[in-house]
């Protein structure tokens, strides 16, 4: 008899250090259950010191791997992470709309922790005008955020105006991940804007160099557990579990901003699961 299976799309770059991008977010889904599949944007040189390459896919490959899964592997929920171009935003686009994806995760990859620019200047606009009204959640972290807004965010306040603007951009919900204020508080919280109220999500500030690959897991988390039918901000909320035990259970690797742990989710739960029997 076979099993439910629940599939998650992500159209992405390759990161082939295996922390972030594509891997990371296959990674994600097979951790949470759901059968994990790929566009691949661009493919990148890089590792924990930085990215030493970008390389986009042409846009008939792209184009013809969009319509390979939208012809027969249609996805219960789609992330997108690094899109790079204008040109490629609006193929996105109009693939989500001809195959009527409608558990749409929009990760805005922008810059990498190295500093890199992993999307051009002028793609910025393309990404609110074409993508972002076809989202059900977006997440950016704050960095991105002021980036799609135009707007300096220092304070929770300014945190609630950017997701109100993201909202109105036409996502159903917004998420402003709060790794990087640089307030000094020890707990970060992540705001959460549904167009009506706002949740706020804590969790302990670790101290680490080893958040590579952050914003993709999140992301995949979310998408992950949307293509198992839960709730918005109970898949949200799973997302902040799944991500702060990858940052806490530190794998170490690399010489500059290691990878987090994907593996550390599940074993928490199995570990749990083998105290309470």
């Known amino acids: 008899m076979a099993m439910k299976a629940y599939k998650a799309l992500s159209i992405a770059g390759s990161d082939c250090g295996g922390g972030a991008g594509i891997q990371a977010d296959l990674k994600t889904f097979q951790e949470l259950g759901a059968y994990g599949m790929s566009v691949i944007t661009a ?8 990215v030493q390459g970008v390389y986009p896919m042409e846009y008939a490959a792209i184009s013809g791997q969009l319509d390979s899964i939208g012809e027969d592997l249609t996805p219960q929920a789609v992330k997108t992470g690094m899109l790079f171009s204008s040109e490629i935003i609006r193929l996105v686009a109009d693939s989500v709309r001809q195959y009527e994806w409608k558990k749409l995760v929009i990760d805005p990859v922008m810059v990498a922790k190295g500093g890199s620019a992993l999307l051009q200047q002028e793609a910025i606009q393309s990404l609110v005008k074409h993508l972002i009204p076809l989202a059900l959640v977006t997440t950016p972290n704050i960095p991105e955020a002021e980036l799609l807004t135009r707007m300096a965010i220092r304070t929770l306040s300014d945190r609630e105006e950017a997701a109100k603007r993201i909202v109105q951009m036409g996502s159903r919900y917004a998420v402003i991940k ?11 919280v992540d705001l959460v804007y549904d167009g009506e109220r706002f949740t706020y999500m804590e969790s302990k500030r670790i101290d680490t160099p080893h958040t590579h690959g952050t914003g993709c897991t999140y992301s995949a988390a979310v998408t992950a557990e949307l293509a198992a039918g839960k709730p918005v901000e109970e898949a949200i909320a799973t997302a902040k579990g799944f991500i702060q035990a990858a940052i806490e259970d530190q794998l170490g690797i690399g010489a500059g901003h290691g990878p987090t742990n994907h593996f550390a989710y599940r074993r928490r739960m199995r570990g749990s699961a083998n105290a309470r029997g």
Do not use: F, K, P
């Open 43 to 50: 493919v990148t040189a890089q590792n924990t010191l930085g």
């Open 178 to 188: 709060g790794g990087h204020d640089a307030s000094g508080h020890e707990r970060i």
